[in-house]
């Protein structure tokens, strides 16, 4: 063996030993670091789809190349090391050997071409991006670079290493070549050249260059290594990792569940120790700390963020990168190698907190979070994952809450970080155990729980726009009582029900589909919101109470109708990737479509026929939750096409299109910070000279029609028209009006097809002392005896199904023994779910990010010992009662308040555990909320206080001769003399499954005072008394006669 190739051997292979070593250390930290994370359920199924993803995404740059140049640039990258893998063979050949070859393909002179031609498109590819970089340098156009806050010196650093290796690479080919060392002929190209140019060195010459550049070619790719697994640039090897294991199918669609240990929380019976969303940065899950690892930092989500480009502090490449080096500061404490401080201290804080301010200023990031505290410290480990610059935490609340869930992050993603998961992940945390959330979403939850719609509008107003239609519109238990003979339920929607400029949408469709001549009916009434709101929110309590309310009265509706008939046309495209995909994580499974692609394929059929073009320039504005989320793109295009008119599109439109600012609850919050989001798309709208702008989304016609109202205020001039595809292709349709249907016809036809059923009382078992009145008729205003309900068990049945309990009764009997049906009842506390406890009751007060207890939100609370309660009222709602001894989880206030046994939280924080139908067992149901209250209801009890004064329904009640819900009625308990320790509270009680306008006490009612009270009328709120009254003393209810009055009360007392 020659000078020279000892000198080879002992040099390479020492430093790749040396390197090596070190790799394998920090790959095995990187592994730990990641498994650590929470179970991430859902990420491994479908594995044929999975490689298939990889094949397209990681080999076929199939995200990449959308970019064109630099998605060319990178593709000749990547292939490029994938080709030099080769090159490393034949270098620690090299080392062996000077005439090394590789084994059958070694001496191919395409396998040198290709050699070759890959280095030469490596070195173009860096070239491109060092002039991008230079052109988009942050330090000179600030937030508009998609690099801002990325750590442009090490990207510097990388650019340079790989251009060594590509130096190093044709000296040592050029100089094999005078050294007769290649195995190649002119197929190496580029090393011929490079032969050519070192030639006249002479043969000892280049002996020694081959020996040194090669020497230096290894060292340079062991550098590049050790710098790639501590940089930005791990996600050479971990996005592959990370694509195969991304979240199926491609558009974003449904948000996944709360988990907790890996497996959707069921809020039936949530774990005492569960936290719900993510707090810590060790509550993220493995996949999630995958993300985190991956970021390439190339800013591409950034620079289509709405938020950012509208002078927001949010950017998704910056919350992913605050995440990661928080992530990485801490793994010291998340793998145990140190002990966690339980408070925060100052250890390793200043010194280190200026750092971070002098990192910041530097790299530009003064919106970023990961500035604020570096090292990993104690004051690292004890940081909040969300909080103001003052708590050092992570993310920003005006971070957190600029977002607006519109996806663009995850659709420009190369590497599929999943943004939007994490965010919403983190907003549960801060709204279900924090409640931290701005003021705005308060009235947003209120009026979800109380009046189940956005807008808090009654339910009886749901039908408001069939009265303004000259057709028929069949109403589901109004009209007609099954499903049979009707293609399609018409989910209006709150907007379609309750917008001015939505119902014109809602007219048109319903008009559309009656000219079609397709058989559809609606809900009315019967309809409640699809939770969209509330689970992107953060309130995912509320989001699986609303949806648990909409799956079972759709389930009512589809009765006995075969899975693949289930047919819903929806307008929106929140409510259609709500019923349509998250529906299913609750058991449902209905096929939901856009009024586009239902009028799509009208048209395709024939059945809608245009024949007056519409004459109009019209631009599309893609709806995030139609386009990205569920990659419905040409539909609505192909209708303008159908309807005649010029489509003009937007710079930013498909699955680049601009969020027009309502997704994410935007929609009900106001943007405080920047440049509306509105009025940045409207400008782009308007600078198409499209004279209609035109969309498929209600929230999207809001916002871009109060964008456009403003640009033309200011401008002092009429603006162009926003309108709805279908109101476009409506124009466009010539019909005789007198052809459709006319209103009542499907009554008319229900009635003939079956004899109009005879309401039935509901006749007591012979051991209860009371009877249930007569069912009235459906109406539109009263449809709590409708069929959308009746076939299906209420939330609280299960407890109330026996003899003593009557299930179908409105209320549960007083009885001395509950039987075995019952609940026991002498383990604890009768409770009812309700919403929005007084302030009286859980002492809270608002504070300027939303509504949380600022004092100790426990009561005193005096052990149970008598067994003798009985509920004696549960309005349909869902009955509960907790352990005496076990405080449970609570949601509002720190758990340092659940100190004893003998300290009960309040309502407003506790989450009780609800009783399930056993029809509905695997459905998630509701108790508690973010703004959660409990009703403690009329209890009977030597125990409790002997005296209960109500009062009656609010005066603002729209049918005054009515107790409903649509008015929540309040109660007060008054402190007793035998119970002194008992404090006085006012309690508001509203039954959360109770249909909107259903009445409480009317005479006309299927919903029954409960045994012992009688309906009474006045003027007034008037006092009525309620008695302890022992349980043999329950008598039948009385019914109140017919009265002018304006409000109803229930009284409580001896029978008389």
Sequence with gaps: MTTQMLVRLTVGMGMTLIVMALAARRVLFLFKLVTAGQPAPGHTDDPGRRVWTEITEVFGQRRLLKWSIPGLAHFFTMWGFFILLTVYIEAYGFLFQAHFHIPIIGRWDLLGFLQDFFATGVFLGITTFAIIRLLRNPREIGRSSRFYGSHNGGAWLVLFMIFNVILTYVF???????????????????????????????????????????????????????LVLHSKHLHIFTAPINVIFKRL???????????????????????????????????????????????????????????????????????????????????????????????????GGLGEELAGEKHAEEHHVPESGFGRVMGSGPGQ?????VGTAEQGGVIDPDVLWSCVTCGACVEQCPVDIEHVDHIVDMRRYQVMMESEFPTELSALFKNLEN????????????????????????????????????????????????????????????????????????????????????????????????????????????????????????????????????????????????????????????????????????????????????????????????????????????????????????????????????????????????????????????????????????????????????????????????????KGTAAKEAAKAEPKAQPKAVAAPADTQAEAP?????????????????????????????????????????????????????????????????????????????????????????????????????????????????????????????????????????????????????????CSTASMSAAIFLISSSALPSRISATSCMTSVSDPSRCS???IASWALSTSSAKPSRPAASLRHCSPTLPMDAPICDSASSISPPSGMRCESSMAFDALSVTGVPHSAAAKPRQRPASTSTTSTWAMGAPS
């Design 249 to 347: 199918p491609d558009a974003l669609g449904p948000l996944q569940p709360v988990e907790y240990e890996g497996k959707p929380v069921d809020f039936e019976n949530p774990p005492d120790d569960a936290e719900f969303g993510r707090g810590k940065i060790e509550d993220f899950s493995w996949k999630a700390m995958l993300d985190f690892a991956t970021c390439t930092e190339c800013g591409r989500c950034q620079s289509q963020c709405p938020a950012w480009n509208t002078g927001k502090p949010l950017s998704p490449k910056l919350v992913i990168m605050d995440l990661r080096d928080h992530w990485m500061a801490k793994a010291p404490y998340i793998l145990g190698q140190k002990e966690t401080p339980t408070e925060n201290t100052p250890e």
């Design 451 to 742: 009046k189940g719609n956005p807008w808090g509008q009654n339910a009886s107003d749901r039908t408001a726009w069939i009265d303004e239609v000259d057709f028929d519109v069949p109403v589901y238990g109004e009209d007609v009582d099954s499903f049979d003979g009707f293609e399609y339920l018409f989910w209006v929607g709150c907007a379609g029900a309750y917008d001015d400029r939505a119902k014109k949408t809602t007219k048109a469709v319903a008009e559309l589909l009656a000219v079609a001549g397709v058989k559809y009916l609606v809900l009315g009434a019967g309809e409640s919101c699809n939770g969209d709101s509330a689970r992107r929110s953060g309130n995912e309590f509320l989001f699986q109470q609303l949806a648990a309310q909409a799956v079972e009265t759709l389930d009512g509706v589809f009765e006995g109708v075969e899975s693949v008939d289930r047919k819903v046309v929806v307008t929106c495209p929140h409510c259609f990737n709500t019923l349509g995909r998250e529906y299913r994580q609750l058991g449902a499974n209905y096929t939901v479509l856009h009024h586009t692609q239902l009028l799509n394929r009208l048209i395709r059929d024939n059945k809608l026929v245009p024949v007056t073009p519409v004459s109009q320039d019209i631009t599309y504005h893609d709806p995030c939750y139609l386009g990205r989320h569920n990659k419905v793109y040409e539909a609505p295009r192909e209708l303008i096409g159908a309807a005649g008119a010029t489509l003009t599109e937007m710079p930013r439109h498909a699955e680049r299109s601009f969020c027009c600012g309502a997704g994410g609850a935007r929609m009900w919050m106001e943007e405080h910070i920047g440049k509306r989001i509105n009025h940045e798309r409207v400008d782009e709208a308007l600078a198409t000279g499209a004279s209609t702008i035109a969309t498929g989304c209600p929230f999207c016609r809001v916002m871009v029609t109060d964008g456009v109202n403003d640009r033309s205020e200011e401008a002092g001039r009429s603006g162009v028209e926003v309108l709805d595809v279908a109101q476009v292709l409506l124009g466009s349709l010539e019909y005789d009006k007198a052809t459709l249907p006319e």
């Design 381 to 385: 480990a004890t940081r909040p994952l």
């Design 965 to 967: 819900r649509s008015r």
């Design 172 to 226: 040592v080919r050029g100089s094999a070549v005078n050294n007769g060392t290649l195995p190649y002929g002119k197929g190496a190209f580029l090393s011929q050249l490079f032969g050519v140019i070192l030639r006249p060195l002479g043969q000892p010459a280049n002996e020694i260059i081959e020996t040194t550049a090669l020497l230096l070619h290894i060292a340079v790719m062991l550098s590049f290594l050790i």
């Design 774 to 926: 007569a069912s009235p008729a459906p109406g539109r205003n009263s449809i709590a005896a409708s069929k959308t309900f009746s076939p299906k068990p209420s939330p609280g049945r299960a407890v109330l199904q026996s003899s003593r309990c009557r299930s179908d009764l409105k209320f549960c009997r007083a009885a001395s023994a509950p039987s075995s049906g019952c609940r026991s009842m002498s383990n604890g506390l009768p409770l009812v779910i309700g919403f929005q406890v007084a302030a009286a009751l859980s002492g809270s007060s608002t504070n300027q990010r939303g509504s949380r207890s600022t004092r100790p939100c426990a009561i005193p609370y005096a052990p149970l010992t008598k067994p003798s309660f009985a509920l004696t009222h549960v309005s349909k709602a869902v009955a509960t009662w907790l352990p005496t001894g076990s405080p449970r989880k609570c949601v509002n206030c720190p758990r340092k308040y659940f100190s004893n046994s003998t300290t009960r939280p309040s309502p407003s924080c506790m989450t009780a555990v609800m009783p399930r139908s056993k029809a509905r067992a695997s459905r998630p149901r509701l």
